[in-house]
């Protein structure tokens, strides 16, 4: 076993960066900390797409903590309950998914997490799934489950009052769901759980459940969320989701277009700046520091975590010759176009800079594509082109014509 690490210090920083509550208490799970035994705990991710992005990082970030002090760590990968779909924050029923999808998502998450938390040494994260358990229930099992679970305490959740209010279906299965993610913690027989604040419910479900059926206390950690100063959070929506399997290049990128009231959560959330130095940013940002230049640093620090100083460096002086200078990136990948004039349409679908016709389309109309700088405004028209010539689609897409 790991040796315990019972560091105040420490301790201090697992228990405040980050943390918006510690249920039952925080003077609970520290004590637990203090105490020298060593403690389980999981952070459970549903594989929803094929990408783990900055708001799992959070998350992920708070077990390397558990993870470094000596306790055993666990990510548990939700393909059972990624077939099911949580409802949390949703106004509509979630698309299935069928089991090929969620185990294609979650092919690559254990190398995307290992850039947070180690899954060798003598303390070695666990991966686990919970169809390992819940698939291998049957029908009396799911019943004496849900006798735990009362329809008015589920009823509870904010988006299922939004639903009836608004005359919007809710469908039984994603009225099962907490209770399935409920039964993981009891299934491992954790001591603790950690999720963002959006999943309060269905983790303190799982505390309720392991005192029924286990008599044993769970902590569960709720993590804020990484989110500007009007609720708004980073996401695909936004086109600002950095990707933990993003290059260096495109997570500087993408951090550098978060609003400016997500710099300071976002030194406290995605970064290992101290406290300390992270309110003395605030201050200065107050007092009247250009926020260019605080969010400069900031894309720096996550992108060295993820990466290396080197590359964030260079990610950093490409983003200032890309957006300053109106310079080309170092490396463009070249495409061979048969053509000495062509339909903006089909040159960037040709150039895989697009998905579409219709996002082709979009783009040019919000004036997003440029030829060697210079905006492509009509997309029904075609267009001279040459070699060399270096087509651009949004801000950090690029492409070379030979």
């Not at 708001?55 to 708070?62: F, P, R, S």
């Not at 608004?166 to 039984?172: E, M, N």
């Not at 349409?345 to 060697?372: F, P, T, W, Y």
């Amino acid at each position: 076993m790991a040796k315990i690490s019972t560091d105040q210090a420490k301790i201090q920083e697992l228990l405040e960066r980050g943390v918006e509550n510690v249920y039952p208490s925080k003077e609970y799970l520290k004590k637990q900390l203090l105490s020298g035994k060593q403690l389980t705990l999981y952070l459970g991710i549903d594989p929803t797409g094929p990408t783990l992005h900055l708001g799992h990082a959070i998350t992920i970030e708070k077990l390397r903590q558990f993870q470094e002090l000596g306790h055993k760590i666990i990510l548990l990968i939700g393909d059972f309950t990624g077939m099911v779909g949580d409802p949390t924050d949703k106004t509509a029923t979630r698309q299935a998914l069928t089991r090929e999808q969620v185990l294609k998502n979650a092919k690559s998450y254990k190398n995307q997490a290992n850039k947070l938390i180690n899954f060798s040494g003598n303390n070695k994260a666990e991966i686990k799934f919970n169809s390992q358990w819940q698939s291998k229930m049957n029908f009396n099992q799911v019943m004496d489950l849900a006798k735990h679970f009362t329809v008015q305490r589920l009823l509870e959740r904010d988006m299922f009052q939004e639903r009836i209010k608004s005359a919007k279906a809710i469908y039984l299965h994603e009225f099962m769901y907490p209770i399935l993610q409920a039964y993981d913690c009891v299934a491992m027989d954790v001591d603790g759980e950690i999720g963002g604040n959006d999943q309060t419910f269905n983790m303190l479900a799982g505390r309720d459940l392991m005192k029924e059926l286990k008599h044993k206390e769970k902590f569960v950690i709720t993590m804020r969320l990484l989110t500007d100063t009007s609720g708004k959070k980073m996401g695909k929506s936004e086109g600002n989701m950095a990707a933990l399997s993003d290059t260096a290049q495109d997570m500087f990128g993408k951090i550098m277009s978060w609003t400016d009231g997500m710099i300071i959560s976002g030194f406290e959330l995605c970064t290992r700046v101290s406290l300390t130095e992270i309110k003395q940013l605030d201050k200065d940002l107050k007092a009247g520091k250009n926020p260019r230049d605080i969010k400069f640093r900031l894309a720096g620090e996550i992108v060295k975590i993820y990466f290396s100083e080197n590359a964030a460096t260079k990610a950093g002086q490409e983003f200032t010759n890309i957006f300053a200078k109106k310079a080309n990136p170092d490396e463009i990948q070249e495409f061979a176009i048969g053509k000495n004039k062509i339909s903006p349409i089909d040159l960037l679908l040709q150039m895989k800079l697009v998905n579409s016709k219709g996002e082709a389309r979009r783009l040019i109309d919000g004036g997003g594509m440029k030829l060697n700088h210079e905006k492509v405004s009509v997309w029904d028209k075609d267009i001279a082109i040459k070699s060399g010539d270096v087509v651009q689609a949004g801000k950090r897409k690029f492409g070379k014509i030979k």
